[in-house]
């Protein structure tokens, strides 16, 4: 596609319940990343995948927190338990790995933990 | 540990006016920074980069002016326009390889008709 393409847009869900969001980066992009954006706040770095290296895992807030990459290119991120602070905006972004930080974010998909 | 902050949290201009949003960073070693714009219910789009081997880069209407020495950051507007009202977040880097982006709090631009 042309963009960066995350689905749901939105998503209201229950505590306790698990949700699964999904990415489907810039094709030919190499790196993926997620994000999450709280109501008011600047974006907060949660994981990160370049190619076929282990996946930069670092800012993963919790263990309820996983994400996965199948086949280098589509992305879910995964929320199990969820947690009313775990409502927010969560968005994608990919890169080249061409030298520079320049990264395509999609338009998110915002979280409701009721 | 390493943080990105802005200095005001709003801005408003007169349309036509220039408008300055800085930005303050933390990690010395960052040599990339760049500026993302973001409006209501989209993702960040980019704007302009500058390396740390440059103070000042240009791109159509906007500015970004890099200050190592005390580690600031600032974009320039000119001639705004109704469309430039939106978010505007900085973000420090790392030039080798794809690398996460630390964000800064966001500056919330209103342009005034």
């Known amino acids: 596609g042309a963009g960066v393409s995350q689905s749901p847009s939105n998503k209201v869900t229950e505590k306790g319940k698990d949700v699964e969001l999904r990415c489907d980066p810039i094709?030919?992009?190499?790196?993926l990343y997620w994000y999450r954006q709280s109501l008011g706040q600047g974006l907060e770095f949660l994981i990160y995948?370049?190619?076929?290296?282990?996946?930069?895992k670092s800012g993963l807030p919790s263990d309820r927190f996983s994400a996965e990459r199948t086949g280098g290119s589509v992305s879910t991120l995964t929320i199990q338990r969820t947690q009313q602070e775990d409502s927010a905006v969560y968005l994608c972004?990919?890169?080249?790995?061409?030298?520079?930080?320049?990264?395509?974010f999609g338009a998110g998909t915002r979280l409701s933990v009721l | 540990g390493e943080s990105v902050g802005l200095h005001l949290p709003t801005l408003s201009v007169q349309e036509g006016d220039n408008s300055i949003i800085n930005c303050a960073y933390s990690?010395?070693?960052?040599?990339?920074f760049i500026w993302y714009k973001q409006e209501s219910g989209k993702g960040p789009q980019f704007i302009i980069d500058?390396?740390?081997?440059?103070d000042k880069r240009q791109g159509q209407r906007v500015t970004v002016l890099l200050n190592k020495t005390v580690k600031h950051l600032s974009l320039q507007i000119a001639a705004t326009q109704p469309g430039d009202s939106a978010v505007y977040f900085c973000?420090?880097?790392?030039?080798?390889?794809?690398?996460?982006?630390?964000f800064g709090q966001g500056t919330r631009l209103t342009i005034n008709p």
């Open positions: 972004a990919s890169s080249l790995t061409s030298g520079n930080g320049d990264q395509y």
């Open positions: 094709s030919g992009h190499t790196a």
């Open positions: 995948f370049q190619g076929n290296s282990a996946p930069d």
């Open positions: 990690n010395s070693a960052s040599d990339y």
């Open positions: 500058i390396r740390s081997n440059m």
């Open positions: 973000a420090e880097s790392f030039i080798q390889g794809a690398q996460k982006l630390v």
